[in-house]
């Protein structure tokens, strides 16, 4: 779907089940279940999709990260 750490992959999942008012556990079980089918609720599937621009655009807007010298 896309590329997401998983500390991102977490928010979204977490932003998508606080949304659609379902457990987070559930959202996840919707998500694999997708991989299988192609289905996805389109209640979940329209806040995943605005989960992952969020967290896309919290990437591009935090400060660039330095690595020790």
């Known amino acids: ?24 556990r559930e959202a996840a079980r919707h998500l694999v279940r ?5 289905r996805l609720p389109e209640d979940i599937r329209t806040k995943l999709h605005a989960a992952v621009a969020d967290a896309h655009r919290a990437r591009r807007a935090a400060p660039p990260t330095t690595s020790p010298s």
């Open 1 to 24: 779907m896309t590329d997401l750490r998983s500390d991102e992959g977490w928010q979204v999942l977490r932003q998508v089940s606080q949304h659609t008012n379902i457990k987070v």
């Open 34 to 38: 997708w991989a299988d089918s192609g």
